[in-house]
């Protein structure tokens, strides 16, 4: 386990801290955003307090810009009890952390006893970093999401509202409760929607 928490501080070994560690408590998280600026590669570490109990959770980080909004399922190392995401983006954006049930993804507003802090580091983006959220300007070439349709603006603006709703309404049918076969109808129910949203979006999709 060692190893794995080395390897989670170790991503942000050529970046500086942002301000003060943000601590919190497995008894009411709640959610926590934190601004990124443009231009800049960033690594969130978490840790959990020595005497801090999750339960059978996940946290839920998503990186979110007014262009796209990448977000992914992590679980704590409870052993190594440290972990980190990291990401670069051209503009800026928001990375938003929440607590979710492990299996289900229902948000939580609690998940165990103790504490845990979160450190925000960052550097500036290099040429040759990537860029997650496909910002304007990708050379030719590129995902066709990344470029103008013939809307006559650029694919992302007319494209995010679809992806939002329809991850918001994905965690919806999560957290409904209902049977699989239930949640089952209501996922294919919000890809449909998510696909006539799109047919506003001609040349985009």
């Known amino acids: ?26 008894e009411s998280f709640g959610k926590i ?12 570490i978490y840790k959990l307090a020595p005497d801090a109990k999750p339960s059978r959770l996940r ?18 190392d409870t052993e190594g009890r440290v972990a980190s995401t990291t990401g670069c983006s051209s503009i800026a954006g928001v990375v938003r952390l929440r607590l979710v049930e492990y299996d289900t993804h229902a948000q939580l507003q609690s998940g165990g006893t103790g504490g845990l802090t979160f450190e925000l580091y960052t550097r500036p983006r290099r040429a040759d970093d990537r860029d997650d959220v496909g910002a304007a300007g990708e050379p030719a070439g590129g995902s066709s999401e990344l470029r103008g349709g013939s809307v006559g603006v650029d694919c992302l ?4 509202p679809c992806s939002s709703g329809k991850t918001a309404s994905e965690r919806d049918c999560f957290r409904s409760g209902a049977e699989a076969w239930q949640k089952t109808i209501c996922n294919n129910t919000c890809e449909q ?13």
């Open 33 to 44: 955003e934190v601004p990124v600026p443009a231009n800049t590669c960033h690594s969130f």
């Open 193 to 205: 929607i998510h696909r006539s949203c799109l047919r506003g979006c001609p040349g985009c999709n």
């Open 59 to 76: 946290i839920s980080i998503d990186f979110q810009t007014k262009r796209s909004s990448e977000g992914g399922l992590t679980g704590f």
């Open 157 to 160: 603006d007319c494209t995010f």
């Open 1 to 26: 386990m060692a190893a794995r928490t080395q390897a989670a501080l170790d991503t942000a070994k050529d970046m500086t801290i942002v301000g003060a560690p943000i601590a919190a408590r497995l």
